[in-house]
């Protein structure tokens, strides 16, 4: 196997692995499947967690977690851009912010698009999703606080910016950041034209 396999859904968080394959100009093919049902099987033989992305490497190895993938990505393909060099002054503040996304930000998708799975009863659980929904957007606000423009970094592309190009299609959407979040909401169309994923992205959200 030379290639990459990456376990994914359209519109998924394996859009943002996508985009970072096709940024550093890896070969890969995608496994369409559905964490919810069809192909659930396949994909907990490699992920127990049965979650998207899953990847599996050139070798056959099987990495999940997407800011481990984008990091292992820019590792490979440094010419990308992905993140910046270990002894650049900027790297904690990328790594500080790729980490606020997965670890703040999309935890708030977990729980607040099936909180059936966290708590029992209706009204709660209408509570539940309605307080990952306001926890969503007041952690979003941080990020655009800390954005510099044009790119996230300032005038440097990384794959923070693909984070912001995936992610602001989905709740509270891009009509919401474009409102409240225009720095965001600016990356995210800057990242929209960005020529390594453009083909993500007519194929995950057009």
């Given amino acids: 196997m030379t290639e990459f396999t990456l376990y994914a859904l359209e519109g998924w968080g394996s859009?943002?692995?996508?985009?970072?394959?096709?940024?550093?100009?890896?070969?890969?093919?995608?496994?369409?499947?559905?964490?919810?049902?069809?192909?659930?099987?396949?994909?907990?033989?490699?992920?127990?967690?049965?979650?998207?992305?899953?990847?599996?490497?050139p070798d056959g190895r099987v990495m999940t977690e997407s800011a481990a993938i984008v990091l292992h990505i820019s590792e490979l393909r440094p010419e990308a851009g992905l993140a910046p060099p270990a002894d650049d002054p900027i790297r904690p503040e990328f790594?500080?912010?790729?980490?606020?996304?997965?670890?703040?930000?999309?935890?708030?998708?977990?729980?607040?698009?099936?909180?059936?799975?966290?708590?029992a009863g209706k009204k709660a659980q209408a509570e539940l999703s309605r307080g990952a929904i306001e926890r969503?957007?007041?952690?979003?606000?941080?990020?655009?606080?800390?954005?510099?423009?044009?790119?996230?970094?300032?005038?440097?592309?990384?794959?923070?910016?693909?984070?912001?190009?995936?992610?602001?299609?989905?709740?509270?959407?891009?009509?919401?950041?474009?409102?409240?979040?225009?720095?965001?909401?600016?990356?995210?169309l800057k990242a929209d034209a960005h020529p390594g994923p453009a083909k993500v992205w007519k194929r995950n959200f057009d």
Wanted: glycine share 8%; net charge positive; aromatic share 12%.
């Fill in 95 to 119: 790594l500080r912010w790729l980490i606020f996304l997965v670890a703040a930000v999309y935890p708030t998708f977990a729980v607040g698009d099936v909180p059936h799975k966290w708590i």
């Fill in 15 to 57: 859009t943002i692995v996508e985009a970072a394959l096709a940024t550093g100009g890896l070969d890969y093919k995608i496994e369409t499947v559905d964490p919810r049902g069809e192909g659930q099987d396949r994909l907990l033989a490699l992920n127990p967690l049965g979650q998207l992305p899953t990847l599996v490497l």
């Fill in 136 to 188: 969503r957007c007041r952690n979003w606000r941080m990020v655009e606080a800390a954005a510099k423009g044009p790119w996230f970094l300032g005038e440097r592309f990384s794959a923070i910016d693909l984070y912001i190009g995936a992610m602001t299609h989905w709740r509270p959407g891009r009509a919401w950041f474009e409102a409240n979040c225009p720095k965001l909401h600016a990356i995210a």
